[in-house]
C-alpha cells in the first residue's frame, strides 16, 4: 500500500514531464527544426491505440478468456498489410485538401455537407464516450489498488464532489487544453502533443515489460514453469486453449479482428495521429512494421500476468484488471508497482489527449461553428477576429467531453469490465468505414447514401448494443432484452430477427454494418450524385492522378480580394491571413496581394485554408457568402476536368520537352568537352611528332654538316658517321610508317588481310626473327606453347607486329649477358593468349598506364633506352582491340615486367564473317 500524497504527486510529476516534453516539441517546430519528423516518432505516436484498455483490460481478458485477447491486435496488424494503400491514400487527401478530422473528411469528400459532418461527430461523441469511461475507470482503479491495503475494497464516496475520479477527469481536462487547445492552426497540427504522445509509448512499454519480466522470472522461475504449473490446474488449463473446451467460435474471433482492423484506421485519434498528424507519408514505410511490432511486444507478457495472477492470489481473489499493479504489490515491490501504475497513466491519459483534442475540433467545427454562423453577431456580415471564440469553444468542448465521459463511468462503468466498454467505443467507429472506404475508391457514392448508412448503422448500434449496456447496469428496464420492446420477440436486440448463436457485440456488429453497407450503397445507386459531389469524388478517388499545378478547381463565379483577405483575417488572424496571402503571390509571381488574380484557384486557397480551422462545410458557407459564385451541373464539371486534362496533357508534354532540352543539352555539351579533348590530343600529338621527327633530323643534319665542312675526315671516322646516319635515317622512316598507322587506325581507314593464322608457326617466326638481336644482347629467349592450337582467324602480319614490338621491348630493358626473355602461348575455347616476360628493371604501379599513351616512355634512368619512338604499344593495342582482344601489363619494380594479349576466337569469327560477307566486285 503506497500513501496518496505519493501516488498524486508522482502522477502529477509525470504529467508535468509530459508537458515539457510537449513544449519542447512545440519550441523546436517554431525553430524550423522538428522533431516528430521521423518515421520512429510517427510508428510510436501511432501506438497510442494502446490505452488503459490494453495495460489493464487486455489481463483481466486473458484472465478469463485466455488467448481471446489476441484478436483486438490482430486486427491493427492485419491492417497495416493494406495501410500503405488505404491510410497513404487518406493522408493524401487529408493534406491536399487540409482536412483535420474524419467528419471533414467524410463531408467533404460528399459535397461538403453540414449535415453529413454533424452527423459524423455526433455519432463520434456518443461512441467515444464509454473509451473515455474506460480511462477513467482504469485511473481510479489502479489509483484504488496503490492507495488501498491489498485485497479490500476501496472506500466509495457517496457525494459526486468528494469522487476522486470527477477531479481525475477535471485534470484530464486542463492538460488535454494546454497540450491541444493553446493556438489555433490552420493545418490543426501539434507538434509538441505527438512528441509527448510518443515519449508516453515508450514508457507505458517498458513499464508493461518490466512487470511482465518480474512475473514470469522473478515471481515464477520462467515462463515454461509459469504456464508448466497453470497446466496442472483444470480451470487454467482451459485458458491456454482456443476453443476452452468448447467448439471455437469462428464468427466471434473473425468479428472481434475486423473491428480492430477498423478501429486503427476510423478512430479519431487514430486519423488524428495517422493522417492529420503525419509528416511525411513515407514515414508510413516504417510504421506498418514497427507499429506491428511494438503491438507484439507490448501483448508478450498479457498471458503470463494473467496466469501468473490467478496461480498467486487464486481464481476470484483479485480483481484481474488490476493484476499488473497487485502483483508486485504482494511482493512488496512498491517502486515496480507506481512505475506500473504511471504506464497505466501513460496509456489513459495519451488516448484522452489525442481523442479530446480530435473530438473538439469536430465538435467546434461541425456542430457549434454552423449553428453560430448563422447568427447576424457571427455570420457573414460581421466582423472582427474570432480565433479566441473557436478556442473557447474547443475547450469547452474538451472539459464537455470529459465530463460526459465521467457521467457513463457513473451510470455503466461498474457494471462492465473495461473491454467490454471499449468494444461498444469500437463498433461505433466501425459504422465510419463504408462511407470512408467507399468514397475513397467508388466514384458513384453519394451524401444521401452515406446519411442512409451511417444513420442505420448508428441505430442499430444504439439498439442493439448501447441500450443493452445500459440496461444491464440498472438505468433501464431489461424486459425488452428478454422479450422485446411491446413484446416482439423477433425484435430483440441481442437476438435480431431471430438470429441467435452470437456474442452480443458481433451480432451488432452485423446488422449495423449490414444496414450501413446496405443503406450507402442502395440509395447511392438509387439517386445520382450532384455536381458538387461528382466534382469532389473526382478529387478523392484519383487524387494520385494528379497534381498540384493541373488539379482540377470545380468553382465558378466571381470574387474580390479584398472581401477573401477579411475573411480569411476572421478566422486565421490578421497576420496569418496576411502571410499566407503574400506567400501565395509569391508563388504566382507577382507584385504583392494586391496583383493576385481574384480566380476559381484563389477562392479554392482560401477555403481550403478555412477548412482548417473551421471545417470544410462551415469554409464552404463563409467563402461563399463573400463571393458571387454561380452553380455548376454535371456538364460544367466535365467541361472543367476536360480543361484540367488537356492542361495536365499539356503539363507532361512540356515536361517532356524540358526533359528533352536538358538531354540535348547535355549531349552538346559532353560532344563540346570531347571536342575540346580532342583538339588537346592534337595539339599533344603534333608537339610529340614534331619532336620526335626533330630529334632523328638534328642528328643526320649535324653529322652530314661535319662530313662537308671537313674534306680531311679520317675514313673510320666517315664511316661512323655514315652509320649512325642510316641508323636515324631507319628510325625517322620507322617513325613515319608508325605515325601513319596510328593516324590509319584512329581514322578507321586501317587494311586489314585476314586469314586463318597458325599462332605456333607465327610465334617460332617471330622468336626466329629476334633471336640474333637477343644473342647481341646477352639475352636467352625461351618459348612455350602446346602442341596445337585451333588456328584465328586474324591479320598474320598485325599480328605479328604486335608480338615483335612485346619481344623487342622485352629484349632492349632485360640486362645484357643475364637477360632472360620468355614467350608463352596458352590455348582455350574463348581464345588464346600470348605473355612476353623480361627480367629488367619492372614498371612501377602509378606509370603502368602511361606505357600504353602516344609518345610515352617510363621516366628514371632504369628505364632509358635511346631509339624508341613510344608509338609501339599504342599500335599494339590498337591491333589486339580491333580482333576483339585486350592487351595488359603486369609489374613490380626490380621483378620484371609481363606484357600480355588476348584474342578470342568469336572476335575472330566475326571477322571471318565480315570478311566474307563482303560482296565480289
Request: net charge neutral; charged share 15%.
Amino acid at each position: 500500500m503506497l500513501s496518496a500524497p505519493l501516488v498524486i504527486g508522482v502522477s502529477f510529476a509525470y504529467l508535468l514531464l509530459l508537458f515539457a516534453v510537449a513544449y519542447f516539441g512545440d519550441w523546436r517546430a517554431a525553430q524550423g527544426r522538428s522533431i516528430i519528423a521521423s518515421p520512429w516518432v510517427y510508428a510510436l505516436s501511432m501506438a497510442v491505440y494502446c490505452t488503459a484498455w490494453t495495460y489493464f483490460g487486455s489481463v483481466g481478458r486473458a484472465a478469463n478468456s485466455g488467448v481471446w485477447f489476441l484478436p483486438i491486435y490482430l486486427g491493427p496488424m492485419l491492417a497495416m498489410i493494406l495501410a500503405w494503400m488505404v491510410v497513404r491514400k487518406m493522408i493524401r487527401i487529408a493534406k491536399t485538401y487540409r482536412i483535420t478530422s474524419i467528419a471533414d473528411f467524410i463531408a467533404s469528400r460528399y459535397g461538403k455537407s453540414p449535415t453529413l459532418a454533424g452527423l459524423v461527430t455526433l455519432i463520434t461523441v456518443v461512441g467515444i464516450v464509454p473509451y473515455i469511461a474506460l480511462q477513467l475507470k482504469a485511473i481510479a482503479s489502479g489509483y484504488a489498488v496503490l492507495t488501498s491495503p491489498l485485497g479490500q475494497p476501496a472506500v466509495q464516496s457517496a457525494d459526486w464532489w468528494s469522487d476522486s475520479t470527477l477531479y481525475v477527469a477535471l485534470a484530464l481536462a486542463g492538460f488535454t487544453m494546454v497540450f491541444g487547445a493553446r493556438h489555433l492552426d490552420s493545418t490543426e497540427r501539434h507538434e509538441g502533443m505527438v512528441a509527448a504522445i510518443a515519449f508516453e509509448s515508450v514508457v507505458k512499454l517498458v513499464a508493461f515489460l518490466a512487470v511482465g519480466l518480474f512475473v514470469s522470472f522473478g515471481l515464477f522461475a520462467s515462463p515454461a514453469a509459469l504456464f508448466e504449473q497453470a497446466h496442472a490446474v483444470e480451470a487454467l488449463r482451459k485458458l491456454l486453449q482456443f476453443g476452452q473446451g468448447q467448439p471455437f467460435a469462428y464468427a466471434q474471433w473473425l468479428g472481434l479482428t475486423l473491428l480492430a482492423m477498423l478501429s486503427v484506421i476510423f478512430l479519431p485519434r487514430q486519423f488524428q495521429v495517422m493522417v492529420v498528424e503525419n509528416v511525411d507519408e513515407q514515414h508510413l514505410r516504417r510504421a506498418v512494421w514497427a507499429f506491428p511490432l511494438y503491438l507484439l511486444l507490448i501483448n508478450l507478457f498479457v498471458l503470463p500476468i494473467a496466469i501468473g495472477g490467478l496461480l498467486h492470489f487464486g481464481p476470484g481473489a483479485m480483481d484481474p484488471e488490476t493484476f499488473i499493479l497487485s502483483l508486485p504489490l504482494s511482493q512488496g515491490q512498491n517502486a515496480l508497482a507506481l512505475f506500473a501504475f504511471v504506464g497505466g497513466l501513460s496509456a489513459a491519459t495519451g488516448m484522452v489527449i489525442v481523442e479530446a483534442i480530435a473530438v473538439s475540433t469536430m465538435v467546434c467545427n461541425d456542430l457549434v461553428m454552423p449553428i453560430l454562423l448563422r447568427m447576424r453577431r457571427f455570420g457573414a456580415r460581421a466582423s472582427g477576429d474570432l480565433t479566441g471564440l473557436l478556442l473557447a469553444i474547443r475547450r469547452l468542448a474538451i472539459l464537455g467531453i470529459l465530463l460526459l465521459g465521467y457521467l457513463y463511468f457513473h451510470l455503466a462503468g461498474e457494471a462492465y469490465a473495461l473491454v467490454s466498454i471499449g468494444l461498444i467505443s469500437f463498433a461505433a467507429v466501425a459504422q465510419f468505414a463504408p462511407a470512408v472506404l467507399g468514397g475513397m475508391y467508388w466514384k458513384g457514392g453519394t451524401r444521401h447514401g452515406a446519411l442512409t448508412g451511417l444513420l442505420l448503422g448508428f441505430a442499430f448500434w444504439v439498439y442493439t448494443l448501447m441500450l443493452p449496456s445500459l440496461a444491464k447496469s440498472g438505468w433501464l428496464a431489461a424486459d425488452f432484452l428478454q422479450h422485446g420492446p411491446w413484446g416482439f420477440i423477433w425484435l430483440k436486440p441481442e437476438a435480431f430477427l431471430g438470429l441467435a448463436g452470437l456474442d452480443n457485440l458481433t451480432h451488432s456488429l452485423f446488422w449495423s454494418l449490414l444496414a450501413n453497407v446496405g443503406g450507402y450503397v442502395g440509395v447511392s445507386l438509387w439517386r445520382a450524385p450532384s455536381a458538387r459531389e461528382t466534382s469532389q469524388a473526382l478529387l478523392f478517388v484519383d487524387v494520385f492522378n494528379r497534381k498540384a499545378g493541373v488539379r482540377p478547381v470545380f468553382w465558378q463565379g466571381r470574387a474580390k480580394v479584398s472581401a477573401l483577405l477579411p475573411l480569411a483575417g476572421r478566422f486565421l488572424g490578421a497576420e496569418q491571413a496576411q502571410r499566407l496571402f503574400s506567400d501565395y503571390a509569391r508563388r504566382l509571381g507577382v507584385a504583392g496581394i494586391e496583383h493576385i488574380p481574384a480566380d476559381a484557384r484563389l477562392v479554392q486557397f482560401v477555403e481550403t485554408q478555412l477548412t482548417g480551422a473551421i471545417g470544410s462545410a462551415s469554409a464552404r458557407v463563409m467563402v461563399a457568402s463573400v463571393v458571387e459564385e454561380e452553380p455548376l451541373d454535371l456538364d460544367d464539371v466535365m467541361r472543367i476536368l476536360d480543361e484540367a486534362s488537356q492542361l495536365r496533357a499539356y503539363s507532361h508534354a512540356l515536361e517532356e520537352k524540358s526533359q528533352s532540352l536538358e538531354r540535348a543539352t547535355t549531349e552538346l555539351r559532353e560532344a563540346n568537352e570531347k571536342l575540346k579533348s580532342l583538339d588537346r590530343l592534337k595539339d599533344d600529338f603534333m608537339s610529340s611528332v614534331t619532336h620526335e621527327l626533330r630529334t632523328p633530323l638534328t642528328s643526320i643534319r649535324a653529322l652530314s654538316e661535319l662530313m662537308r665542312d671537313d674534306d680531311h675526315m679520317d675514313l673510320a671516322q666517315r664511316q661512323q658517321f655514315l652509320g649512325i646516319i642510316v641508323v636515324e635515317a631507319e628510325r625517322l622512316s620507322r617513325l613515319v610508317n608508325q605515325v601513319l598507322d596510328m593516324a590509319k587506325f584512329e581514322a578507321g581507314h586501317a587494311e586489314w588481310h585476314n586469314a586463318e593464322v597458325d599462332m605456333c608457326e607465327l610465334l617460332e617466326q617471330a622468336a626466329a626473327t629476334m633471336g640474333e638481336t637477343c644473342r647481341e644482347r646477352g639475352v636467352a629467349l625461351q618459348l612455350q606453347r602446346p602442341e596445337v592450337v585451333q588456328p584465328l582467324w586474324a591479320d598474320a602480319d598485325r599480328i605479328t607486329q604486335v608480338v615483335l614490338n612485346l619481344l623487342s621491348n622485352a629484349a632492349k630493358y632485360a640486362p645484357r649477358g643475364t637477360g632472360l626473355v620468355q614467350m608463352r602461348l596458352k590455348d582455350s575455347t574463348d581464345g588464346i593468349v600470348v605473355e612476353v616476360q623480361d627480367n629488367g628493371p619492372g614498371i612501377a604501379q602509378e606509370q603502368q598506364a602511361m606505357v600504353f599513351e602516344k609518345f610515352r616512355q617510363v621516366s628514371g634512368n632504369d628505364h632509358y633506352r635511346p631509339g624508341g619512338t613510344g608509338l609501339g604499344l599504342p599500335i599494339s593495342r590498337q591491333i589486339v582491340e580491333h580482333f576483339g582482344g585486350r592487351l595488359w601489363l603486369h609489374s613490380s619494380p626490380g621483378q620484371g615486367a609481363v606484357f600480355g594479349f588476348f584474342l578470342p576466337r568469336h572476335g575472330a569469327d566475326v571477322e571471318r564473317t565480315a570478311s566474307t560477307d563482303q560482296p565480289l566486285i
